[in-house]
């Protein structure tokens, strides 16, 4: 699992040794996604002792640490929350995590240890500011903003009937929605600054992270899901498709996908054109809870069937599946580091998974790569068998010497500057006032639709022709010809960008570099820049 922290402009460059530091982590990093499939040689490891919680108690396989106790407390002592949890946060630096409990308290807990830090008053979600100094905490009549280092109360914003409350505005700004209605609050100082009146939600299912968007449905049994554009109060998107009213949402980090749970399926939509990309099943009762990964490789489940399992966005398969609660699952959460995943549960804890060790287990890492293992595993990164894929990236990452020159040389070969441009002069003549020029546009970008597909869609929001319209919305409703780039190979660049992000040297940033500005997807571009961002 790879999440780089994205550094802001004006940041200092990392010093010498936390370019060591970092560089060691990556390493560590590797190493702890190598599976047993890679090197089926090695000797069997030794039988690792049992781990066990604060209280003595065994944690189930997969488990770092348990957050409360599965046993009643005794002799008046609290063992963390006396009822079940239903919201996660991680602090930013991932050393802490609040839950909150239907006991009406919000527990602060050290994430590595399980060592309860803090009990506050709280019954509504709960999240820490993105520079770690604030905690906020919703109450029925109240958001109340607490301080992250002595957790002392600094200000309370007052509700009617409070229904969510989201940072947004790099967290300087707390979006509001009282008894259905918006309200955007100044952080700092608890102020009002707007009101939305244009909109008012019955169901809401969650705010995307910058805090724009808005999923929510019209009623209690709606299956249609609405997102509309909060600070214009303009619906986005109607996405339809769901069997019964979903039970849960979760926005990918970009605001570019949203995944919905229902009965006991999860269908994921692509918001900028309204298609549904997935529909995921594998849990037997509804599905409470949702999050996607920092860097939406990957989203996470928790189910009423008391399981937790791991997705491969790309692929839609399963990857995991976390057996560990006696009850239903009700929140999960990922660390902002993307290496960590939470789990609350109506059995009154929380459990706090490793995502790597959950998906591949954890062995050495495996030695160089022979020319023949080397094209097994490049050839494994085309398919949507999702377990496998994920192998084949930690196994290339891990020997660089090899990998990097094959992808050079492949990258290559698919892609140059001048592709680029030939579609943006395809998508210019569809306008052409010669028929014949705008047909041979048209099959030529339906030869590429795959790659290109960002490019039209561009084009589609910005054009004002009814006829490049119109052409434009033919070719993505069809299927891609068979002479351009396949689904497998767009599957194939993606997890690639994942390898080149893992090795993180200078030649894996020259290859980044070439995807980020030559490759005819803007969704391609925009990975390996991410990709690029999180290297520091």
């Known amino acids: 699992m790879i999440a780089g922290t994205i550094c802001a402009k004006g940041h200092r460059a990392p010093s010498a040794a936390g370019r060591f530091v970092a560089a060691l982590a990556r390493a560590m990093l590797v190493t702890a996604l190598l599976a047993p499939q890679i090197s089926r040689a090695q000797a069997p490891a030794a039988p690792q002792e049992a781990r066990v919680d604060l209280y003595g108690d065994p944690l189930p396989a997969g488990a770092l640490v348990r957050l409360g106790s599965i046993k009643p407390a005794e002799g008046g002592t609290e063992r963390g929350h006396s009822l079940g949890i239903y919201d996660l946060a991680f602090s930013p630096d991932g050393r802490q995590l609040a839950t909150r409990g239907g006991d009406l308290s919000v527990r602060v807990w050290e994430a590595a240890s399980g060592k309860e830090i803090v009990k506050l008053k709280g019954g509504r979600p709960v999240e820490f500011t993105r520079d770690g100094q604030f905690l906020v905490v919703g109450d029925d009549k109240r958001v109340n903003i607490h301080s992250a280092q002595d957790w002392s109360l600094l200000r309370s914003i007052a509700c009617k009937e409070l229904i969510l409350a989201k940072l947004a505005g790099e967290g300087k700004q707390l979006l509001v929605l009282d008894q259905g209605v918006p309200i955007v609050y100044d952080v700092a100082t608890g102020d009002e600054v707007r009101k939305l009146d244009s909109l008012r ?45 979903p039970k849960a949402a979760a926005f990918s980090a970009d605001g570019r996908l949203l995944a919905c749970g229902g009965r006991d399926e999860i269908r994921i939509w692509e918001l900028d054109t309204g298609i549904e990309v997935a529909l995921l099943q594998g849990h037997e009762k509804a599905v409470g809870a949702l999050a996607f990964s920092p860097d939406g490789r990957f989203l996470a489940s928790g189910s009423w069937d008391k399981t937790i399992r791991l997705w491969e966005v790309l692929s839609g398969r399963e990857v995991a599946v976390l057996d560990g609660h006696t009850n239903f699952v009700n929140a999960v959460a990922f660390s902002p580091d993307g290496r960590l995943l939470a789990s609350g549960s109506t059995d009154r804890t929380a459990l706090v998974w490793d995502v790597s060790q959950a998906i591949l287990g954890k062995t050495p890492a495996a030695g160089p790569l022979a020319d023949e293992k080397l094209k097994e595993f490049f050839a494994d990164l085309t398919g949507v068998d999702a377990r496998k894929a994920i192998v084949a990236v930690a196994a290339l990452a891990g020997d660089p010497e090899h990998t990097l020159p094959y992808t050079r040389t492949h990258v290559a070969e698919l892609f140059s500057p001048t592709q680029r441009e030939k579609i943006l002069q395809w998508i210019k003549d569809l306008d052409s006032p010669e028929f014949m020029v705008r047909e041979r546009a048209s099959e030529q970008l339906l030869g590429v639709r795959d790659t290109a597909k960002d490019l039209l869609l561009k084009e589609l929001k910005t054009t004002g022709s009814a006829e490049v319209r119109f052409r434009i919305r033919r070719i993505l409703a069809r299927p891609q010809a068979a002479t351009g780039l396949p689904a497998a190979e767009v599957r194939r660049i993606k997890r690639l960008i994942h390898v080149l992000e893992l090795i993180g040297t200078a030649e894996s940033k020259e290859v980044l570099e070439v995807l980020a500005k030559d490759a005819p997807s803007e969704e391609i571009n925009r990975l390996a820049k991410r990709a690029l961002e999180g290297r520091g």
């Not at 995307?208 to 019209?218: E, F, M, T, V, W």
Request: no cysteine.
């Open 201 to 245: 939600v019955i169901k809401a299912y969650g705010f995307s992270p910058d805090g724009h968007l808005l999923a929510y449905a019209r009623n209690l049994s709606d299956t249609l899901v609405q997102v509309n554009d909060v600070s214009k109060g303009e619906l986005v998107r109607a996405l339809t498709g769901s069997r019964d009213s």
